[in-house]
């Protein structure tokens, strides 16, 4: 995630006033909000695009605090989103789809 300084300066202090436990706990609780969601698009077949936007936005934001807690440089999760990435077209030319 690019981010520019102001924003920067905004997760360092979320995590100082929140602390890692709080600031996890909102990183997973913003991910059940979004599975949440696309269940019900999915299951319920609702027409909520618009919160699944709201709540991949917030997932974005919390996984981002979560890499900087652990930190990770956005290199290094890179390279392995990358990998992963290859060895799913792999799979799928192994499986011809
Ligand atoms: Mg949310």
Request: proline share 0%; net charge negative; aromatic share 4%.
């Amino acid at each position: 995630m690019i981010l520019n300084e102001k924003q920067e300066e905004i997760f360092a202090r979320a995590l100082k006033a929140q602390g890692i436990e709080r600031e996890a706990m909102q990183a997973l609780e913003e991910m059940a909000e979004l599975t949440k969601e696309i269940l019900k698009n999915i299951i319920r077949k609702k027409d909520n695009r618009d919160c699944i936007a709201e709540e991949l936005a917030d997932v974005y934001v919390t996984l981002e605090q979560v890499r900087r807690m652990y930190g990770f440089s956005e290199e290094e999760i890179q390279k392995i989103a990358d990998e992963k990435i290859d060895m799913l077209g792999k799979r799928l030319d192994a499986a011809k789809a």
